[in-house]
């Protein structure tokens, strides 16, 4: 059905998508909008880093949250609405590198491969940044719309950890966020970020 | 991103190379590409000979010179620059400054990890953790309270009052009244005797997995479980395995190699007990410890065993174990509860309708005669290994789900039919018997057909032997519990 209606609405010239509240985008979103329907938005990280508490953040579904590693071994579909459009959240299991080495990993790289998400959000343990930002890199350099997502950042500060998103922006081209998933603190900022990157990269 | 420069070394003139040469799409950029081809991915490997085939072998040309130039491999080369600009950023964009009073969570972790001071740790969260919490209060008080406060004293004369009513039949009212009804077995089995285990079995778990136990756990058994063929990794599903083997059946996809992944599957299928089956057999021994010290020697020595000689039969190298050990953490109490309900949904969603199917069943076999003659069919491994015929329904009950038969054998103790040999016999075999259909379907999926039913076999005759050679040992040595 919702794919059917994004057809009527490429194919009506003049009608604005309806689910726009930017007129001024309308435009670019229904050239978005393509046959294959749904647009996706990927989690993807280690495991323990709290990927799960941000899908459910953001989706207000609820996918299993533990305090082990590899919790999530089936992949978790949810929704979000942002800039008034609806996206499907993928919840991965968790990944290491890009070079899977279990049953698992190789399920989270499949998705990254073959789904085309519009966004890749990597969420990272910010107490361990530097294990984890090789990670990032990797998939800044396979092309993907990253988005780093500096979690756990309460520990992180605990330990006496201080981060600079700016130079962190400044260094990585891409758009980071500190959270705290298990609190909900910087889903806003997230969300926002997302909207920011939605737009801009459907429009030029 | 950045145009990077690789021109002056070989890895970098074979970058260039090889993203030329690549020609298809593959959702991600050809840098990444040829970098997972370059550490010997062999699914992408097998991804450019099927998109690129023309170039393949050209392409794997420039592979193999950059590999056979480098002494180490390129995987450990390309990971090392590419932490060597990680930690550039880091060096920009973060700085340390004092910690803030976590060392005390460290201290408790180590003495977690320990084995002097760990062993004990696992012994009290065991006791007060399941055997108390679950076995005590779920299995003992809460299942007396709805099984007989309730069920016995106002459901189940209700009931049988209102269908006397309403359906004049006979026939057609023993199949909600009778005495294995859909109301009077199943939903007093689902309601009375599996939910309150399930229930605690579950708030149990949840705050040890949300306090981080966990991979601590992981760490105190890896060298034990090495000696089985398995890293401290198949910790997590093993003990999940004590919640419910199909979840856990799930889980062990974690496990980095097919033959772990296998003895995993083999062990949970025959040497875990699910939390309901758990319960239900902690309450049957109750006021039996010897019984009870005996049913679990038995169990782990069979979980040892059997993980010890699948390791020698299957082949493959030994597991390594790398894990992330995460903080320790104070569970969350809104989570614990989330966590709990949503499982026991989950759990009574997938129970109740095999309940009441096993219900339709019994007394369609019952109208036919088939149940009768498989229950004299199963009375004849029952007699060998020494216990009444009326245990045979509780085996019977037994290949639906493992708490079914648990449940079953529940019922002949209330009725007195059972010595403490008898008990303790039934209770191992039945908790080494076969997988719940539930458990059987995933190793399926996960396994495939023949190990699953090759798995289902060997547990069958192998839960029957175990349960003789006990039965013979009590016999022999003249011991009476």
Redesign the interface.
């Known amino acids: 059905m919702n794919i059917l209606e994004k057809l009527i609405n490429i194919l009506k010239p003049d009608k604005a998508c309806s689910s726009c509240p930017q007129a001024k985008f309308g435009a670019c979103q229904k050239l978005a909008a393509s046959l294959e329907g749904i647009k996706k938005i990927a989690v993807v990280g280690s495991p323990n880093v709290g990927k799960s508490m941000t899908f459910n953040c953001l989706t207000g579904a609820y996918a299993n949250v533990s305090n082990y590693p590899g919790t999530t071994v089936e992949v978790f579909r949810g929704k979000t609405i942002l800039n008034g459009e609806e996206f499907e959240i993928i919840d991965t299991p968790g990944m290491y590198s890009l070079m899977p080495i279990s049953e698992e990993e190789r399920v989270a790289r499949n998705i990254l491969l073959n789904e085309k998400p519009i966004i890749v959000l990597h969420v990272v343990d910010a107490k361990n940044l530097e294990r984890m930002l090789p990670f990032t890199l990797q998939l800044i350099e396979a092309g993907l719309p990253v988005i780093l997502v500096l979690n756990i950042m309460d520990e992180a500060e605990r330990l006496g950890i201080k981060i600079n998103i700016e130079a962190m922006q400044h260094e990585l081209k891409v758009p980071v966020v500190a959270t705290v998933s298990a609190r909900g603190e910087g889903i806003d900022i997230l969300k926002g970020k997302m909207e920011e990157y939605v737009r801009t990269k459907i429009c030029g | 991103?950045?145009e990077q420069k690789y021109a002056d070394d070989v890895l970098g003139s074979s970058f260039k190379k090889i993203e030329l040469m690549l020609q298809a799409d593959?959702?991600?950029?050809k840098?990444?590409i040829g970098?997972?081809l370059l550490?010997g991915?062999d699914?992408i490997i097998s991804l450019v000979k099927l998109k690129d085939p023309e170039n393949f072998s050209k392409i794997m040309e420039a592979v193999n010179f950059a590999k056979s130039s480098y002494n180490d491999p390129l995987?450990y080369i390309i990971?090392i620059q590419?932490?060597g600009?990680?930690?550039?950023?880091?060096e920009?964009?973060?700085?340390?400054?004092?910690?803030?009073?976590?060392s005390y969570r460290e201290k408790i972790s180590k003495v977690m990890i320990d084995p002097l001071t760990g062993i004990p740790i696992m012994l009290l969260v065991l006791y007060y953790g399941i055997y108390k919490f679950v076995g005590d209060f779920g299995a003992g008080v809460l299942v007396n309270f709805i099984e007989n406060g309730i069920f016995i004293k106002y459901i189940n004369p209700l009931v049988i009052k209102i269908f006397i009513k309403i359906i004049p039949w006979e026939v057609l009212r023993s199949l909600f009244t009778g005495e294995y009804g859909i109301i009077t077995l199943g939903v007093r089995y689902a309601v009375a005797l599996i939910f309150p285990i399930v229930t605690t079995f579950f708030i149990a778990f949840a705050v040890i997995?949300?306090?981080?136990y966990?991979?601590r756990l992981a760490l105190l058994i890896d060298r034990l479980f090495k000696k089985i063929g398995l890293s401290g990794?198949a910790v997590?599903p093993m003990v999940l395995g004590l919640g419910c083997d199909t979840m856990a059946t799930?889980?062990t996809?974690?496990?980095?190699t097919k033959r772990e992944r296998l003895i995993a599957t083999i062990l949970l299928a025959l040497a875990v007990p699910c939390s309901a089956q758990l319960g239900v057999i902690l309450s049957l021994l109750e006021g039996n410890p010897k019984g009870l010290w005996v049913w679990v020697g038995v169990i782990t020595l069979v979980f040892v065993f059997v993980g010890f000689v699948s390791s020698k039969i299957l082949p493959g190298e030994g597991p390594s174990f790398y894990?992330?050990v995460?903080?320790l953490?104070l569970?969350?109490l809104s989570?614990v509860f989330?966590?709990t309900w949503?499982?026991v949904k989950w759990y009574f969603i997938e129970i109740l309708p095999v309940f009441i199917l096993v219900s339709v069943f019994i007394w369609i076999g019952q109208l036919t005669g088939i149940f009768n003659f498989l229950t004299m069919l199963l009375t004849y491994p029952i007699r060998w290994i020494g216990l009444p015929d009326k245990t045979a329904v509780a085996f019977l009950f037994g290949f639906f789900r493992r708490d079914y038969g648990a449940g079953g054998l529940y019922d002949i103790k209330k009725a007195g039919l059972f010595t403490g040999n008898q008990l303790v016999v039934a209770c191992i075999t039945l908790t080494l018997f076969l997988p719940c259909v539930a458990q059987f379907l995933m190793n399926i999926k996960e396994r495939g057909w023949r190990a699953a039913v090759g798995i289902s076999v060997f547990v069958l005759f192998f839960s029957f032997s175990v349960g003789y050679l006990v039965n013979l040992a009590f016999n022999t040595f003249g011991i009476n519990l």
């Open positions: 991103m950045s593959y959702g991600i950029s840098h990444s970098s997972l550490q991915d699914e995987s990971a590419n932490q600009k990680a930690n550039y950023i880091i920009r964009a973060m700085e340390y400054g004092p910690s803030k009073g976590i997995e949300d306090s981080g966990l991979p990794r997590i799930m889980v996809r974690t496990l980095p894990m992330e995460p903080p953490r569970p969350k989570n989330l966590k949503t499982r």
